[in-house]
């Protein structure tokens, strides 16, 4: 094949004497073809933090809850195969034999799984409002026999209403609410009542509870709204006769966030649920919003609220997080935010959260916990000096005895 080179001269061989042909072997110029691939524009991808648990997207909804262990799933699953069996019973008014053991069974079973309770260590979660859910001792038509509480069915025609224990661990208030109904003569309408029964509580050992009565409040209700509240004080001990002492103790078997299961002195289930309802203002306990008071606007289903607060956006939100207070105020369900702050506002929610002992007590603790050290220094001093006031003051109290 010939060669597919041509002879060119060199630029030096131009000017010089003697010519010298530098031979430059070019290539033949040949068609340039380029082979050029279109590419699809590349899609936009969400940006991703890469971690040691895997890929957690950045935009994305955040990732469900962890799953929850063996334990705390069989313990959920205990708690609703109670309550399924309870549900339907009228709060034990309507309880046979056989579904008093059943009862009995599946508290037990429960129990079992979660072992002694010490209200030592978990007593705020006493805290709160709670409604009672079945008695044992209902299905006696009383509202626990011996121990402090209203008989029905004996005097006057009672129908039972919703029963509720507000408990207060600050200023040890044990109060039993029972919502009852008296007949009347027709064609007067039923008078309905609220009959709060004041107690005082303590702990005894880790898990018994002991309540001393101290009076009886009656509001009406309904048509007879606008009367005034009647107390009852209690009666001295000297005229109390000895088979109403007038106190009565019980056991904690178990408690958690959201349910509560006790014991009387005679054996007799009692389980609680915490009261939700519309309305109701609870302290957040856990996240970013740790401390802030919300309102539950609607009820999502029995894990989850969607609660709203005047600086917060309105979201849903666990029981487990929330710790209900004995404030409510009147809106409608899911109300618009400029509703929820009159509303508020009109119920002087913010003074009478702080006002409470349990609010007292948080803004002790939060205040504490902004001390620095030239506070916590004079605090110390405080002490010494309170310690040493009182050192005095005994020491004359001992002499003036012995002299």
Same mark, same amino acid.
Do not use: C
């Given at each position: 094949?010939?060669?597919s080179s041509?002879?060119?001269e060199?630029p030096? #061989?131009?000017?010089?004497s003697s010519p010298? /042909?530098a031979?430059?072997?070019?290539p033949k110029?040949?068609?340039f073809?380029?082979?050029v691939k !279109? %590419?699809?524009?590349e899609r936009?991808?969400?940006p991703?933090?890469?971690?040691a648990? $895997?890929d ?8 469900p ?9 069989l313990?959920? #699953?205990?708690?609703?195969?109670l309550?399924? =069996? ?10 046979n034999?056989?579904?008093l053991?059943?009862a009995d069974?599946a508290?037990?079973e429960l129990e079992?799984v979660t072992g002694p309770?010490?209200?030592l260590?978990?007593?705020d979660k006493?805290q709160g %409002?709670?409604k009672?859910?079945y008695?044992s001792a209902f299905?006696s ?5 011996s121990?402090?509480?209203?008989p029905t069915?004996?005097?006057l ?9 507000r408990?207060?661990?600050?200023? /040890?208030?044990?109060?039993n @609410?029972?919502?009852?109904e ?6 007067l309408p039923?008078?309905?009542v609220?009959?709060t029964?004041a ?7 880790s898990?018994?509870?002991? =309540?001393t009565?101290?009076?009886? #409040?009656?509001?009406t209700r309904g ?14 001990d000297a005229?109390?006769?000895p088979?109403?002492? $007038? ?5 904690v078997?178990? @408690?958690?966030?959201?349910t509560?299961i006790?014991?009387?002195?005679r054996g007799?289930? %009692?389980p609680?649920?915490r009261?939700?309802e519309?309305?109701r ?5 856990? $996240?970013?919003?740790?401390?802030k ?8 289903d029995?894990n !989850?609220?969607l ?7 309105? $979201?849903?939100?666990n029981?487990?997080?929330?710790t209900?207070?004995?404030?409510t105020i009147d809106i ?12 508020m ?6 003074n009478?959260?702080? *006002?409470s002992?349990?609010? !007292?007590k ?7 916990a ?5 506070? !916590?220094? /004079?605090l110390m001093l405080?002490? =010494? /000096? ?12 001992k002499k003036? *005895?012995?002299?």
């Amino acid at each position: 094949m010939a060669s597919s080179s041509f002879l060119l001269e060199s630029p030096a #061989s131009i000017f010089s004497s003697s010519p010298i /042909k530098a031979p430059l072997y070019l290539p033949k110029p040949y068609p340039f073809i380029v082979n050029v691939k !279109r %590419r699809r524009p590349e899609r936009k991808r969400n940006p991703v933090l890469k971690s040691a648990v $895997g890929d957690v997207s950045v935009v994305d909804s955040p990732p469900p809850p962890p799953p929850q262990d063996a334990k705390s799933e069989l313990i959920s #699953s205990l708690k609703l195969k109670l309550l399924g =069996i309870v549900s339907g019973l009228n709060r034990g008014l309507a309880a046979n034999q056989d579904d008093l053991g059943k009862a009995d069974d599946a508290a037990k079973e429960l129990e079992t799984v979660t072992g002694p309770v010490d209200l030592l260590t978990d007593l705020d979660k006493l805290q709160g %409002r709670w409604k009672l859910i079945y008695s044992s001792a209902f299905s006696s038509r009383t509202l626990g026999g011996s121990r402090p509480g209203l008989p029905t069915g004996r005097l006057l025609p009672v129908t039972l209403g919703q029963v509720f224990q507000r408990i207060d661990v600050i200023s /040890k208030d044990f109060d039993n @609410i029972a919502e009852i109904e008296l007949g009347a003569p027709w064609p007067l309408p039923p008078l309905e009542v609220t009959a709060t029964l004041a107690h005082k509580f303590e702990i005894i050992g880790s898990s018994k509870i002991k =309540i001393t009565f101290e009076k009886t #409040s009656v509001k009406t209700r309904g048509t007879f709204s606008q009367l005034p509240s009647l107390d009852v004080p209690r009666i001295p001990d000297a005229l109390r006769p000895p088979s109403n002492p $007038g106190s009565g103790d019980f056991d904690v078997t178990f @408690i958690d966030a959201d349910t509560r299961i006790t014991r009387g002195d005679r054996g007799e289930l %009692r389980p609680f649920k915490r009261y939700v309802e519309i309305g109701r203002v609870a302290l957040v306990n856990y $996240g970013k919003d740790y401390g802030k008071l919300v309102v539950i606007v609607d009820v999502v289903d029995q894990n !989850r609220a969607l609660v709203d607060a005047p600086d917060m956006v309105r $979201g849903q939100m666990n029981f487990k997080r929330l710790t209900l207070t004995d404030i409510t105020i009147d809106i409608p369900r899911v109300p618009k935010k400029k509703t929820l702050i009159e509303a508020m506002e009109k119920a002087d929610v913010k003074n009478k959260w702080e *006002n409470s002992s349990w609010g !007292r007590k948080l803004i002790v603790q939060k205040r504490r916990a902004s001390l620095n050290d030239f506070d !916590r220094f /004079k605090l110390m001093l405080a002490k =010494i /000096k309170r310690a040493g006031v009182v050192r005095q003051e005994l020491a004359k109290l001992k002499k003036e *005895n012995s002299s």
